[in-house]
T-cell receptor, first 112, second 110 residues
Framework: DAGITQSPRYKITETGRQVTLMCHQT?????MFWYRQDLGHGLRLIYY???????DKGEVPDGYVVSRSKTENFPLTLESATRSQTSVYFC???????????FGNGTRLTVT | KQEVTQIPAALSVPEGENLVLNCSFT??????LQWFRQDPGKGLTSLLL?????REQTSGRLNASLDKSSGRSTLYIAASQPGDSATYLC?????????FGAGTILRVKS
């Protein structure tokens, strides 16, 4: 099916472990984004990518790494997970310019 | 600092009522403004996008307006239905960055 899919849907990990959240879109959208959603903070941009091999930091990039070797994939890696990274993570994509953002269903990450 | 504020934080209305959700932003140099809907445990669904040069957009029972000079947008929902119950988020685009409001939780009672 066309769309944007995130995996896993739920993840529990321990402090200090590396974890990768996956994001895949089938529209060939140029732009992809990672947001985290927390009570009291709303949605905050972690990283974004304007095209394959082009990434840039958002508002809260510390502790996260991204890559985009293919247009359709935009994985987010927590190199050494901390409890403060417990959150719901959303991936999104858009054509760019004056076009709406399309979101995945999110990954709920718990760091114990 | 670019901030987006949504009022009210929560709203409960009887079915059939017309309602208005408000969004205000501090920096008027926007590219566009989007309204999203979020259902519990789900991602965000784009409802309406208003470009900075536009004054309003309509989709079915939804109408969104934009007043850049005053830094405000409203989302008007006509003849509300229980299926409209969700969180509604306003997001303002500055360049490649979207700044989100905290959302309004809407409950439509049958």
């Amino acid at each position: 099916d066309a769309g944007i899919t995130q995996s896993p849907r739920y993840k529990i990990t321990e402090t200090g472990r590396q974890v990768t959240l996956m994001c895949h879109q089938t529209w060939s959208h140029s732009y992809m984004f990672w947001y985290r959603q927390d009570l009291g903070h709303g949605l905050r941009l972690i990283y974004y990518s304007a095209a394959a091999d082009i990434t840039d930091k958002g508002e809260v990039p510390d502790g996260y790494v991204v890559s985009r070797s293919k247009t359709e994939n935009f994985p987010l890696t927590l190199e050494s997970a901390t409890r403060s990274q417990t959150s719901v993570y959303f991936c999104a994509s858009s054509v760019g310019g004056y076009s709406p953002l399309h979101f995945g269903n999110g990954t709920r990450l718990t760091v114990t | 600092k670019q901030e987006v504020t949504q009022i009210p934080a929560a709203l409960s209305v009887p079915e059939g009522e017309n309602l208005v959700l408000n969004c205000s932003f501090t920096d008027s140099a926007i590219y566009n403004l989007q309204w999203f809907r979020q259902d519990p445990g789900k991602g965000l669904t784009s409802l309406l996008l208003i470009q900075s040069s536009q004054r309003e957009q309509t989709s079915g029972r939804l109408n969104a307006s934009l007043d850049k000079s005053s830094g405000r947008s409203t989302l008007y929902i006509a003849a509300s239905q229980p299926g409209d119950s969700a969180t509604y988020l306003c997001a303002v685009e500055y360049g490649n960055k979207l700044v989100f409001g905290a959302g309004t939780i809407l409950r439509v009672k049958s």
